[in-house]
């Protein structure tokens, strides 16, 4: 009798290893696109209006999917090149977009029915009810009336912060954000190499992800507090770190998900 095959399990000492070394193979070509990235994102955010918010999403999604795509080479043990980082790939971009707003979408409905649920529990509901009838009536241009918001919005967090059965719901529902979120870490990588559906690569996620959740948990944190040295670097050390992570990212995806290309990502599809 043959044992049933093994779910492949997480090493955050291999992902870091191999997030570092791949970053240390081609530095140049992750710092400029990195600098690149960003000057050309402060650019596009002194556009007003719609067009600035547009412009400012498509250029993240741009850096994301250039930053994603010069790591998949790195690990593949190839030298990522500048020109693997600025190609424009529109089926990833709407892959990785697409899969980014169902999931926003998601924790956006669950934060919305834990404030009500907290809401009710504190029984908050007369100081909500004026806070609404003063936000219909305000004047956006009027100082004033927006500064006379400020005490309703004190009386309602303090109703709530005061009420044990509104905390205990909020307490439940930043848990379940945490455990929906940390279960999600790989949603980039799922979109725009395995080329799931919105709903499967949420799915895909959650089914493989929850049971070394601890790990993935760590990995985060490790994240993080690389980030964190990055910004201690007098925030130049960024243009290193956050490379650095995106490839630990890829790394542990691969180890988790496989290193199949399903989607022809880095075909430009």
Known sequence: ???????????????????WQTFRRAPWPFVFFVLAAFILSTVVDQIPGLAGIIATTLVDLWATIGIMRGAWVGLNGNSPRFRDFIAINPGAIWRLFSRQLILAMLLLVIGFAVFWLALIAADANEILGELS????????????QITALIPVVQDLATKVLLSPSALAVLLVGSVLGIYIQVNQAFLGYLAVV?????????????CTVQSQWWQVLGLLVMQVVILFLGVCACGFGLLAAVP????????????LFGADDSAGFLNGS
């Open 244 to 255: 650095v992570v995106f490839v630990i990212t890829a790394s542990a995806y691969r180890q």
């Open 194 to 206: 395995k080329g799931l559906g919105p709903i499967a690569t949420i799915q895909q996620g959650i």
């Open 1 to 19: 009798m043959t044992d049933a095959p093994s779910s492949p399990r997480l090493s955050i000492g291999l992902a870091i290893q191999e997030g």
């Open 133 to 144: 009838m003063l936000l219909m009536e305000i004047d956006p241009s009027d100082l004033d």
